[in-house]
């Protein structure tokens, strides 16, 4: 076949050979076109979700990533799908229904250079206060090793359920006030089955939770956890979703990119010159 671009998820920028990426494995949502069947695909996940963390490299020329850099995260893939990392990555032997890259510094500039719908930087917030809370326990995790087990945590959550669903509207507030004061007190590994990776950011993908459950039970990957949080905060402020991106020409096209991103940042001034006229 030769060798051949590929080209960023979020960017549509043309991918080289050595240039540094970011590959998110993907599968298929469990809920096609969202839980509400939306065809306009208004969440990150409509049609893909990540089946794993991310893993980092660079861009072999013939549609995978080689040099990459491992870690507990790369382990816990390794030791989840039974298969060497590189293996995994390769498209002729990966077990995931696809996959999408994302330009390095495209990367670095989602997780670390989020502005808000008022042009607030908020990189100290992780960029959005959905997320938060959940930064807020991943941040308690490596404070405190003590706490409810996800056992019991399920069993606080099922009573806030029941009550929910068969008592008095206040009865119900009690029950979640409840619930939301014990788990606001505990570190990640202890929310993690209940709450965070389950019931959180990541309630409504299949696999993911479960590749990560012995790292984040140990108190490990917090860093990458939080950064891949905010990737998918900002994928939602510039609109994209996890989905493979089109190769186009086989070794990209820079003059049409140019002459297409000029046209969008034009487009893009207007835009920010009405909005500051609202």
Known sequence: MGSFNV??????????????????????????????????????????SPLALPVFGDYDDYGGIENI????????????FKMDIAKFCDFE??????????????????????????????????????????????AEWKEKLEGPSCEELTDYRLECVKTKENGTEEEAMVALVKYE?????????????SHILDAGMFREYKTFPKIYS???????LFQELAEFMQFICSMGAVNAHFFPAANGY???NPYMSRRLYLKAAAITRESLKDRERW
């Open 7 to 48: 080209a960023c998820s979020v960017s549509n920028i043309s991918i080289g050979c050595g240039t540094p990426i970011v590959y998110i494995p993907l599968e298929k949502s469990q809920f096609p076109n969202g839980p509400e069947k939306n065809n306009m695909m208004i969440y990150t996940h409509c049609v893909y």
């Open 69 to 80: 850099e491992e870690g507990d995260s790369t382990k816990a893939i390794e030791d989840w």
């Open 250 to 252: 086989q070794c990209g």
């Open 181 to 193: 004061e014990i788990i606001s007190h505990l570190p990640i590994h202890h929310v993690y089955v």
């Open 214 to 220: 012995e790292q984040v039970k140990q108190g490990k």
């Open 93 to 138: 032997t990966m077990p995931s229904d696809s996959g999408m890259y994302v330009h390095r510094e495209i990367w670095d500039l989602m997780v670390n250079k989020f502005i808000d719908e008022g042009g607030k930087n908020n990189k100290g917030e992780y960029g959005s206060p959905s997320i938060e809370k959940h930064l807020k326990w991943l």
